[in-house]
């Protein structure tokens, strides 16, 4: 087997070879299988399987709890390099994507799941990692933002064949989740077979890594995986079962989603450069705020399909801002300490995960306005963490209250 590459080294390899490609790549391959998943599980799991909030809840438990267990990616990464893993856990999701639409009943459902989700959080926590080690800190908001373009044009795809095909070929669940995995396993080969291996400047530590002063890092993460759940979790739940979209408008409502965020992402990473994490983070939740009590207002005032189109794809666009969270956090971070704290913030982003949706499933059987006046609340006190962010992170002034001390030695 060949020696991994050291990044010093790629720039002699052809653009479509290096390591800022593969991660554009991979961004499109995983987006292929997942967002399929999340376009058609709403109208599956009520249409073919008969859930209801108390089921689609449960299942959203348990599609986040290998989220929770994000941390034992720092054992498996003492056998297997992180590329390696990352490709692993795509062909992994990939998989259980083909499969999921042979699974009607309450317990397959939850099973393959598990496995899809096994395959996503995983994947996520090792690329994230990759993408902090590999891009350049001067460049990481540019770059981050293209990298979220092009998730969002691999999920314009996905949802436009949906769209255009699902009515006039008389598509059905099995047949566009067998298509939409195979394709992720194939761009999985071509990666494995076309990339070498390359091997980031600092090597990082394979072991659980938790430091007092990125407790704003790990406050933050717990924020924004309690928040996320409310929109993921609800807020496609409630197009269809408040105003019975079909699948071909939900997923064109996604569609038209991804098309702006594809359109605006290099320019969200554009302002995060000029403007710094704090600002872009604060206009994040201020924004998020005001989108959950719209949500409630939806109920309390009887607002219609067109305004509820609208909140949906302002929530999802607020929500591409989260790789701010990632910059943030490699302006703070020994090099070293990338790895590891990726699983342990991805740990810590699924606290909330694992209680929130099967808890607010029984809330919005009675009341679901309640679970969006909640979700404000959420998003409102991230706002007040976010102000603690200094206009400058770096080492030794993670918070204001930092006030340029010294980091310790750890």
Same mark, same amino acid.
Request: proline share 5%; with cysteine.
């Given at each position: 087997?060949?020696?991994?590459?050291?990044?010093?080294?790629?720039?002699?390899?052809?653009?479509?070879?290096?390591?800022?490609?593969?991660?554009?790549?991979?961004?499109?391959?995983?987006?292929?299988?997942?967002?399929?998943?999340?376009?058609?599980?709403?109208?599956?799991?009520?249409?073919?399987?008969?859930?209801?909030?108390?089921?689609?809840?449960?299942?959203?438990?348990?599609?986040?709890?290998?989220?929770?267990?994000?941390?034992?990616?720092?054992?498996? $990464?003492?056998?297997?390099?992180?590329?390696?893993?990352?490709?692993?856990?795509?062909?992994?999701?990939?998989?259980?994507?083909?499969?999921?639409?042979?699974?009607?009943?309450?317990?397959?459902?939850?099973?393959?799941?598990?496995?899809?989700?096994?395959?996503?959080?995983?994947?996520?926590?090792?690329?994230?990692?990759? !993408?902090? !080690?590999?891009?350049?800190?001067?460049?990481?908001?540019?770059?981050? *933002?293209?990298?979220?373009?092009?998730?969002?044009?691999?999920?314009?795809?996905?949802?436009?064949?949906?769209?255009?095909?699902?009515?006039?070929?008389?598509?059905?669940?099995?047949?566009?989740?067998?298509?939409?995995?195979?394709?992720?396993?194939?761009?999985?080969?071509?990666?494995?077979?076309?990339?070498?291996?390359?091997?980031?400047?600092?090597? !990082?530590?394979?072991?659980?890594?938790?430091?007092?002063?990125?407790?704003?890092?790990?406050?933050?993460?717990?924020?924004?995986?309690?928040?996320? #759940?409310?929109? &993921?979790?609800?807020?496609?739940?409630?197009?269809?079962?408040?105003?019975?979209?079909? &699948?071909?408008?939900?997923?064109?409502?996604?569609?038209?989603?991804?098309?702006?965020?594809?359109?605006?992402?290099?320019?969200?990473?554009?302002?995060? *450069?000029?403007?710094?994490?704090?600002?872009?983070?604060?206009?994040?939740?201020?924004?998020?705020?005001?989108?959950? $009590?719209?949500?409630?207002?939806?109920?309390?005032?009887?607002?219609?399909?067109?305004?509820?189109?609208?909140?949906?794809?302002?929530? #999802? $666009?607020?929500?591409? $801002?989260?790789?701010?969270?990632?910059?943030?956090? #490699?302006?703070?971070?020994?090099?070293?300490?990338?790895?590891?704290?990726?699983?342990?913030?991805?740990?810590?982003?699924?606290?909330?995960?694992?209680?929130?949706?099967?808890?607010?499933?029984?809330?919005?059987?009675?009341?679901?306005?309640?679970?969006?006046?909640?979700?404000?609340?959420?998003?409102?006190?991230?706002?007040?963490?976010?102000?603690?962010?200094?206009?400058?992170?770096?080492?030794?002034?993670?918070? &204001?209250?930092?006030?340029?001390?010294?980091?310790?030695?750890?």
């Amino acid at each position: 087997m060949p020696s991994p590459m050291p990044l010093s080294e790629t720039l002699r390899l052809p653009a479509w070879r290096r390591p800022e490609a593969l991660l554009y790549l991979m961004a499109a391959a995983m987006p292929l299988s997942f967002a399929t998943w999340s376009a058609l599980l709403n109208n599956f799991v009520i249409e073919v399987a008969s859930f209801t909030g108390k089921e689609i809840g449960w299942l959203h438990t348990v599609r986040e709890i290998p989220g929770l267990l994000a941390v034992v990616v720092i054992a498996i $990464l003492l056998a297997v390099r992180e590329q390696v893993l990352a490709l692993l856990m795509l062909a992994l999701l990939g998989a259980a994507t083909m499969f999921t639409g042979w699974f009607t009943s309450f317990s397959g459902l939850l099973v393959m799941t598990l496995l899809s989700s096994i395959g996503f959080h995983y994947f996520e926590t090792v690329n994230q990692s990759l !993408q902090l !080690q590999w891009i350049d800190k001067a460049r990481a908001p540019i770059v981050l *933002g293209r990298i979220v373009a092009v998730g969002a044009g691999a999920s314009l795809a996905a949802y436009g064949a949906i769209v255009a095909l699902w009515d006039s070929l008389s598509l059905d669940y099995n047949t566009v989740y067998m298509a939409s995995g195979g394709l992720t396993i194939a761009i999985v080969l071509f990666a494995a077979l076309a990339y070498p291996q390359f091997q980031s400047p600092h090597v !990082q530590h394979r072991h659980m890594v938790l430091r007092r002063r990125y407790w704003l890092y790990y406050a933050l993460q717990f924020m924004s995986g309690a928040r996320r #759940q409310i929109f &993921v979790v609800f807020a496609g739940f409630m197009m269809v079962e408040r105003f019975g979209m079909k &699948v071909s408008e939900m997923t064109l409502l996604l569609l038209c989603n991804y098309l702006i965020n594809m359109a605006v992402a290099p320019a969200m990473g554009r302002a995060l *450069g000029k403007y710094g994490e704090r600002n872009v983070m604060g206009f994040e939740y201020i924004g998020l705020t005001l989108v959950f $009590l719209a949500y409630g207002g939806l109920y309390w005032f009887g607002w219609g399909i067109v305004i509820a189109g609208g909140l949906y794809i302002l929530d #999802q $666009l607020f929500f591409a $801002l989260s790789f701010s969270l990632r910059t943030y956090f #490699q302006k703070i971070a020994d090099p070293r300490d990338i790895a590891p704290t990726a699983a342990v913030a991805f740990t810590i982003n699924h606290i909330a995960a694992v209680f929130l949706p099967a808890a607010l499933g029984y809330l919005w059987v009675t009341s679901p306005d309640y679970v969006f006046l909640l979700g404000a609340g959420m998003a409102l006190f991230a706002f007040g963490l976010i102000c603690l962010i200094p206009r400058h992170p770096e080492p030794g002034m993670e918070t &204001v209250f930092s006030r340029g001390l010294p980091v310790a030695a750890e």
